[in-house]
């Protein structure tokens, strides 16, 4: 069962606009969401993040929006650049059984193209 | 430079070849953790550590193994590959782990393991 999901498994922007990547997630005890950021041969880095009591949190050109009532987060980035390229994913923190649990979605390839 | 280093970087064997996949971070992290990624599923936890001779399972632990002697270290092991165990794997490190929230944690660069 997959308890965060990302359903777009790819994404393609145009460099200078809006990217927006979204994530969903089934468990409301999940309390705190990272998105980390992939290049090819390279680890997850770790981008931004944002706990359950706030809606928004802000980085430079990146954003990210937390809708609790829908269990939805979203990922802006404004505006696109090349080197944004990379897939993404989404992971959510949360206490199960006794255990701190980070769940990750299955990622989305961002591609911005000149 | 703080960094995690996995080792090898790529590796093809077969089927009940005993093999070890090596994990090292030079930031003094107590917490280690394995993950596998595969298509479709995202990274998966295999085995974590909250510190030195302090290991518990993630959510795919089945036909790994691991040990954390050292702080810096934390080698996988795979004692009779199966090809389901095909897939890229990636270490990571973070201070605190888990328990904290802010605590983000740190990759290696992967290493993709294939069992014919």
């Known amino acids: 069962d997959q308890q965060v999901k990302q359903n777009s498994p790819s994404l393609s922007v145009q460099e200078g606009r809006i990217s927006i990547l979204n994530c969903d997630y089934t468990?409301?005890?999940?309390?705190?969401f990272l998105w980390y950021k992939k290049y090819p041969a390279e680890g997850p880095t770790f981008l931004i993040s944002i706990s359950s009591i706030k809606d928004k949190n802000e980085d430079g050109r990146f954003t990210v929006f937390l809708n609790k009532s829908a269990k939805h987060l979203s990922l802006h980035i404004v505006p696109s650049q090349p080197g944004d390229s990379a897939v993404y994913f989404c992971?959510?923190?949360?206490?199960?059984?006794?255990?701190?649990?980070?769940?990750f979605g299955q990622g989305t390839r961002l591609t911005i193209n000149p | 430079e703080a960094q995690v280093t996995q080792n090898p970087r790529y590796l093809i064997t077969v089927t009940g070849k005993k093999l070890t996949v090596t994990c090292s971070q030079n930031?003094?992290?107590?917490?280690m953790s394995w993950y596998r990624q595969d298509p479709g599923l995202g990274l998966r936890q295999i085995y974590y550590s909250m510190n030195v001779e302090v290991t518990d399972k993630g959510d795919v632990p089945e036909g790994y193994k691991v040990s954390r002697k050292e702080k810096r270290n934390f080698p996988l092991i795979l004692e009779s590959p199966s090809p389901n165990q095909t897939s890229l794997y990636f270490c990571a490190s973070s201070f605190l782990g888990l328990a904290s929230s802010t605590d983000t944690q740190y990759f290696g660069p992967g290493t993709r393991l294939t069992v014919l």
């Open positions: 992971a959510a923190k949360g206490l199960f059984q006794g255990a701190q649990k980070l769940v």
């Open positions: 930031m003094n992290h107590e917490y």
């Open positions: 468990n409301s005890m999940f309390d705190y």
